[in-house]
């Protein structure tokens, strides 16, 4: 049994952290393409070492998750071919405290959202899949996916639509987590000069791509993934409104899209027999862009609608739940 210590791409996609894991008991070792240190049951570094030059993902047939003992928390196994394992434990959650408390605050200096715990949105005895937990740039992390996959398994949502398709992998865990259809919908590259807002200039980059949702397209999940192209300020959600029971919203960062995008993720939700929204609405980056920082924080000020807009700790999600039947 050992403890790896990874690095791990943080909510900004910029730089990468050190973080001790909580142990995994395998047949054989976890290759990494990375380099990998070994800790000791206290998160110390005890030695340095690297993965071979030409080793490959470790061909590992791994299935679940499992609930970790005390604070744990619950560990994540991927499936499939993988090239990192990762368990969320409590020495995960404190350096990644340490590091959210270090970043600065946006420059308008809104209030924060209030935290609350990952434990508490999720529940660490249900069993998830975990498919392309290999990270790319504007990805979420994998304990944001393994995240938004346990709330999707907690809620069951018959219908889920998410804004910001880009490469697919949210999209595709949230198919094999829950049993309806997955609505995706995502700005075409041709578009990105004709779009209702000012695209945020580090969007570029993740709309100009060659296709949306490359990792999806061979999935035997497929068939259950419609997707979407559009402007989301101005697409026709007109057959989607007040039939979707989990919205993830991850496309522009622009402060005036993530608001429309609210609005938008809000109108979507079912609702119940009083007439009110039920649901699930996660928004990905909070507290890593400006703008949907920003956006976050005042529309749960001034949108009565969002004033239980919580920050899961240790990510960069915000979650709001609806349950006004």
């Known amino acids: 049994m050992v403890h790896l210590l990874v690095g791990l791409t943080l909510a ?113 005895a249900e069993p998830v899949v975990i498919l392309e937990p290999e990270f790319a740039r504007g990805n979420v992390s994998v304990l944001e996916l393994l995240a938004i996959a346990q709330i999707a398994r907690r809620h069951r949502p018959r219908a889920c639509f998410e804004i910001g398709t880009f490469d697919g992998r949210t999209t595709l865990n949230l198919a094999a987590n829950s049993s309806g259809r997955i609505f995706t919908l995502d700005l075409p590259a041709a578009d990105i000069g004709r779009t209702r807002f000012p695209v945020a200039p580090g969007d570029r980059a993740f709309v100009d791509k060659p296709q949306p949702g490359r990792r999806f397209q061979a999935s035997p999940l497929r068939p259950r993934i419609v997707q979407l192209l559009g ?33 938008v993720a809000h109108r979507l939700l079912r609702r119940g027999a009083a007439g009110g929204p039920v649901g699930t609405i996660l928004v990905h980056d909070y507290g890593a862009w400006e703008g949907v920082t920003l956006a976050l924080e005042e529309a749960r000020l001034g949108d009565s609608r969002f004033a239980g807009l919580r920050h899961i700790a240790g990510t960069s999600l915000a979650l709001a739940r609806f349950d006004r039947r």
């Not at 991927?78 to 990762?86: D, L």
């Not at 522009?252 to 609005?263: E, G, I, K, M, Q």
């Open 231 to 263: 402007d989301s300020a101005s697409f026709d959600y007109g057959p989607h409104l007040g039939r979707i029971d989990l919205v993830f919203v991850d496309g522009s960062h622009a402060y005036d899209y993530v608001r429309s995008d609210l609005d």
């Open 12 to 124: 900004d996609g910029e730089g990468l952290v050190g973080m001790p894991v909580a142990p995994l008991d395998l047949d054989r070792p976890i290759l990494l393409r990375r380099a990998l240190r070994i800790a000791d049951l206290r998160g110390r570094v005890a030695s340095d070492t690297s993965a071979p030059a030409d080793a490959g993902p470790a061909d590992v047939a791994l299935e679940s998750v499992h609930p970790g003992a005390d604070d744990a928390g619950p560990i994540l196994v991927a499936a499939g071919r993988v090239q990192v394992a990762y368990t969320p434990g409590p020495d995960l959650a404190r350096l990644w405290h340490r590091y959210w408390d270090q970043r600065p605050r946006s420059a308008v200096g809104r209030e924060p959202l209030p935290q609350v715990p990952l434990w508490q949105v999720v529940d660490p």
